[in-house]
């Protein structure tokens, strides 16, 4: 779906999420959603807790599994994803905190392959992901699954990609600040989720939209991965999709 604005974009999958939340409520239902970060669903975010504060909208029923972290990282760290979430969404709605999963950045490295194996059932535990929101890095990675992840990957320790690294730098104060690791949701859990809205905006990300796409399906381009999906749309805006 091509939108004028990358604002247009953004209210739309906000507004899908919010009825998404409000069928499952009618029905004393969880509404579970898979989160992204990066700047692109920043919009979403807002415009979810405009309609909390001015529609009624309530996340009292809302799960959340967010689809990554640096590793490692502490959660109070300015760069981390749980800052951001909190900065961004969580702290301004009504969610429950213990409804909110963000792999941890910060715990000792042997228990990293047992964590991420609780992840994967937790997710599995509550009825899988209904909709999860989705960024593309220009690797082409979503989540933090860089070239050479393979379709049938799970939640995992992965090591990062230099491109994403240079393009991490400005917000770590320089690429030395950088993690190496990350841990990211796998190819395959993404792919297990009911819905996936991948927004991209800026003519920055018009070449890795058109090979995610319109390109053959390969582990080179994680996002090309995604093409058999059942239900997947890309909101773009007219910059992101100037190449299609
Ligand atoms: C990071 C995140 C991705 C995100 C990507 C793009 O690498 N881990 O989930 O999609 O950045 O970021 P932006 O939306 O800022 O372009």
């Given at each position: 779906?091509?939108?004028?604005?990358?604002?247009?974009?953004?209210?739309?999958?906000?507004?899908?999420?919010?009825?998404?939340?409000?069928?499952?409520?009618?029905?004393?239902?969880?509404?579970?959603?898979?989160?992204?970060?990066?700047?692109?669903?920043?919009?979403?975010?807002?415009?979810?807790?405009?309609?909390?504060?001015?529609?009624?909208?309530?996340?009292?029923?809302?799960?959340?599994?967010?689809?990554?972290?640096?590793?490692?990282?502490?959660?109070?760290?300015?760069?981390?994803?749980?800052?951001?979430?909190?900065?961004?969404?969580?702290?301004?709605?009504?969610?429950?905190?213990?409804?909110?999963?963000?792999?941890?950045?910060?715990?000792?490295?042997?228990?990293?392959?047992?964590?991420?194996?609780?992840?994967?059932?937790?997710?599995?535990?509550?009825?899988?992901?209904?909709?999860?929101?989705?960024?593309?890095?220009?690797?082409?990675?979503?989540?933090?699954?860089?070239?050479?992840?393979?379709?049938?990957?799970?939640?995992?320790?992965?090591?990062?990609?230099?491109?994403?690294?240079?393009?991490?730098?400005?917000?770590?104060?320089?690429?030395?600040?950088?993690?190496?690791?990350?841990?990211?949701?796998?190819?395959?859990?993404?792919?297990?989720?009911?819905?996936?809205?991948?927004?991209?905006?800026?003519q920055h990300k018009a070449s890795i939209v058109q090979k995610a796409i319109e390109g053959r399906m390969t582990t080179a381009i994680p996002a090309t991965l995604l093409q058999n999906h059942r239900n997947l749309q890309y909101l773009l805006d007219h910059d992101a999709a100037a190449c299609l």
């Amino acid at each position: 779906l091509r939108f004028e604005t990358s604002t247009d974009a953004c209210k739309r999958v906000a507004r899908e999420i919010a009825s998404l939340i409000r069928l499952r409520a009618s029905e004393h239902r969880k509404c579970v959603l898979g989160l992204a970060t990066g700047s692109t669903p920043i919009r979403v975010y807002r415009e979810l807790v405009r309609m909390h504060r001015e529609d009624g909208l309530s996340f009292h029923n809302v799960i959340t599994f967010n689809l990554d972290e640096y590793y490692p990282i502490k959660p109070e760290a300015a760069q981390s994803y749980v800052r951001f979430m909190n900065e961004h969404f969580f702290n301004h709605i009504d969610i429950f905190r213990s409804n909110i999963h963000i792999p941890k950045g910060n715990i000792e490295l042997e228990s990293v392959p047992g964590y991420c194996r609780d992840y994967e059932e937790l997710i599995l535990k509550n009825g899988g992901i209904d909709l999860q929101l989705l960024g593309i890095g220009r690797t082409g990675h979503i989540g933090f699954n860089e070239p050479g992840a393979t379709r049938d990957s799970s939640t995992r320790l992965v090591k990062l990609d230099s491109l994403t690294r240079i393009d991490a730098a400005a917000d770590f104060g320089g690429l030395d600040n950088v993690p190496l690791l990350a841990i990211t949701m796998g190819v395959e859990t993404i792919l297990q989720a009911k819905r996936i809205r991948l927004l991209a905006f800026g003519q920055h990300k018009a070449s890795i939209v058109q090979k995610a796409i319109e390109g053959r399906m390969t582990t080179a381009i994680p996002a090309t991965l995604l093409q058999n999906h059942r239900n997947l749309q890309y909101l773009l805006d007219h910059d992101a999709a100037a190449c299609l």
